[in-house]
């Protein structure tokens, strides 16, 4: 799995075993459709979209891949599979890959069977494994009733941050499938749920049917978010839409704007740090800041920062034109961080923290979705400073005024 990549398996042949599981006995030696792969991954390449044979570390067969397989060769036998992987791209781009699979399926006239492989929440019972946390049982419930009732369209409201505390790994999968079955009717089946050992199973099927031009998911979902894009930059202050000139200006120029006239005058007289973030369908696309004031006034701090958040954050590619109407900027100016003797003057809601050891410094902003502690919030400003959890730190606080 890769952040920023869809890993397609190459090659003609895959084995693999549950030796890991203290049962090797049982081994499985699989035939890939090379021909099907290769026309998914050609018609990946001719849209640019991030699909494709890079990336394989390893050729052996998953417990993602052999647990499905172990029911099926019960019954089924004659087929060849291909084997596809997920990735940290939004849900959008999982449905993507749905749709191109089944563009491909139809070129190359395969019957086709997809199996979306996943476990749901790891978190449903306290004497599990992973313990209890109560998205867990939410999730395995909201999923399920979305699924037996075929409504696909509601996969892409699953919050990150709700599916990341579900400790779910199945839902990307069940998207894909979504999308390979775009634009179909079909009859769905819910045949059951297990959450005995602390991990939900459930299964369901969808037998597809006639052309349904009501269910084009992605399409719907994509007008929504454009709309409601459009009206919160209708209503968006003079901060956020200073980055969002900034960013559209050097995107498609390679030039950075000059600071322009008629701003207020605390962007134009007062200093801060400032962070600028920058989302595309709920998922982070880039952000950089300061958390002390290097240019002359905030509206030069917005404009800098600004392009090195479209540019130059080392996790992302640089932004593409076609990305513009989908990003939805944030503008966070810093009040000065103030020292602080321990963890129990923070508040992850109200302050943002920095540690320090030596040369190292790490920052997270307040009220982040997903961190939820205090002791959360150190950690990750820790792990991105490369502190170890072990070492003692400095920490310092600060409060944002956070524009939308």
Not at 369 to 376: A, F, K, R, S, Y
Request: glycine share 10%; charged share 25%.
């Amino acid at each position: 799995m890769y952040a920023d990549y869809f890993h397609i398996s190459p090659g003609k042949t895959a084995q693999g075993s549950f030796g890991r599981f203290g049962v090797p006995q049982i081994r499985f030696k699989e035939e890939y459709d090379q021909e099907l792969a290769d026309t998914m991954t050609g018609i990946a390449s001719s849209e640019s979209f991030p699909a494709g044979y890079l990336g394989e570390r390893d050729s052996q067969l998953d417990h993602g891949t052999m647990v499905p397989l172990y029911f099926i060769r019960k019954k089924y036998s004659g087929f060849r599979i291909v084997r596809v992987g997920l990735s940290g791209l939004p849900l959008t781009d999982h449905y993507r890959l749905g749709m191109i699979i089944a563009k491909a399926v139809r070129k190359t006239d395969r019957r086709a069977v997809y199996v979306a492989s996943g476990d749901l929440s790891h978190k449903l019972q306290d004497y599990g494994p992973y313990g209890y946390a109560a998205e867990g049982p939410m999730y395995d419930e909201r999923i399920m009733d979305v699924c037996g009732r075929g409504a696909f369209g509601e996969l892409f409201s699953f919050d990150e941050s709700f599916c990341e505390k579900a400790a779910e790994c199945g839902h990307r999968s069940f998207v894909i499938m979504a999308g390979t079955l775009d634009g179909l009717s079909v009859r769905a089946t819910k045949l059951s749920h297990e959450d005995v050992t602390g991990v939900g199973y459930g299964i369901c099927t969808f037998y597809p049917g006639k052309n349904n031009e009501g269910r084009h998911f992605l399409d719907s979902y994509l007008e929504s978010a454009r709309d409601e894009l459009s009206k919160k930059r209708q209503k968006s202050d003079a901060y956020v839409k200073l980055a969002m000139d900034t960013i559209e200006n050097y995107v498609r120029t390679g030039r950075k704007i000059r600071l322009p006239e008629g701003l207020p005058h605390d962007m134009t007289d007062g200093q801060a740090g400032v962070f600028v973030s920058i989302h595309k369908h709920g998922k982070l696309r880039g952000c950089i800041g300061t958390f002390l004031p290097v240019t002359a006034c905030i509206g030069q701090e917005i404009i800098d920062n600004a392009v090195s958040a479209a540019s130059r954050d080392p996790r992302f590619e640089p932004i593409a034109p076609d990305e513009l109407e989908w990003l939805d900027i944030n503008v966070d100016v810093l009040s000065t961080p103030e020292d602080i003797p321990s963890k129990d003057f923070l508040d992850v809601k109200r302050y943002g923290v920095i540690v320090t050891k030596g040369h190292r410094r790490g920052l997270l902003l307040p009220d982040l979705d997903g961190v939820d502690t205090v002791d959360e919030q150190i950690a990750i400003a820790k792990k991105k400073a490369g502190i170890s959890e072990s070492e003692q730190c400095g920490l310092q606080r600060f409060e944002v005024i956070r524009h939308l």
